[in-house]
T-cell receptor, first 114, second 114 residues
Framework: EAQVTQNPRYLITVTGKKLTVTCSQN?????MSWYRQDPGLGLRQIYY???????DKGDVPEGYKVSRKEKRNFPLILESPSPNQTSLYFC?????????????FGEGSWLTVV | AQSVTQLDSQVPVFEEAPVELRCNYS??????LFWYVQYPNQGLQLLLK??????LVKGINGFEAEFNKSQTSFHLRKPSVHISDTAEYFC????????????FGKGTRLHILP
């Protein structure tokens, strides 16, 4: 089954404790991206990657890092989480053409920073 | 740079009635346009997209949207809604120059009334 898998699905952490949200896709997609969803703000793109070793900032990259060492994986790293990073996070992937092709989303990761 | 405005944050509508969800965009370059749907506790999935050709685009679940370049709009319509259409709907835009950033609107919650 074609899917984007992200883990953990739910996490409560403390301010300053580094964490990584993993993301993996099994569709051999070149394009992968991370979004955060906040009430009243919709979906905002954090980072995206058009291929291995190629990453670019989205609209809200501050406080986040990503890496793309393998085609299937695109982890999101919060080096020093803060309460304003409490949010619902989505990983997504897309085939040839990137953002204009159909984007497939993971089920989301609820992150709470206290 | 692009921007997307979804004019209604919530739309209540009676079951079997027609519905229109409004989306306007702003861009200095030509764009691709999308509608995504998020059912409760799920990730987003593509409803339909406009890339080129006919300005009337048909999607899944009986939805359609019309691209109007002069009014910079991409409104989503369905002639008769069902309780299963209860969801949040997101309009999105990406530029044709393939910079692969995608901008989502803030979303419109569709409430189906029995």
């Amino acid at each position: 089954e074609a899917q984007v898998t992200q883990n953990p699905r739910y996490l409560i952490t403390v301010t300053g404790k580094k964490l990584t949200v993993t993301c993996s896709q099994n569709m051999n997609h070149e394009y992968m991206s991370w979004y955060r969803q906040d009430p009243g703000l919709g979906l905002r793109q954090i980072y995206y990657s058009m291929n291995v070793e190629v990453t670019d900032k989205g609209d809200v990259p501050e406080g986040y890092k990503v890496s793309r060492k393998e085609k299937r994986n695109f982890p999101l790293i919060l080096e020093s989480p803060s309460p304003n990073q409490t949010s619902l996070y989505f990983c997504a992937s897309s085939g040839d053409g990137g953002a204009w092709n159909t984007i497939y989303f993971g089920e989301g990761s609820w992150l709470t920073v206290v | 740079a692009q921007s997307v405005t979804q004019l209604d944050s919530q739309v209540p509508v009676f079951e079997e009635a027609p519905v229109e969800l409004r989306c306007n965009y702003s861009s200095s370059v030509s764009v691709y346009l999308f509608w995504y749907v998020q059912y409760p506790n799920q990730g987003l999935q593509l409803l339909l997209k406009y890339l080129s050709g006919s300005t009337l685009v048909k999607g899944i679940n009986g939805f359609e949207a019309e691209f109007n370049k002069s009014q910079t709009s991409f409104h989503l319509r369905k002639p008769s809604v069902h309780i299963s259409d209860t969801a949040e709907y997101f309009c999105a835009v990406t530029s044709r120059n393939r910079d692969d950033k995608i901008i989502f609107g803030k979303g419109t919650r569709l409430h189906i009334l029995p």
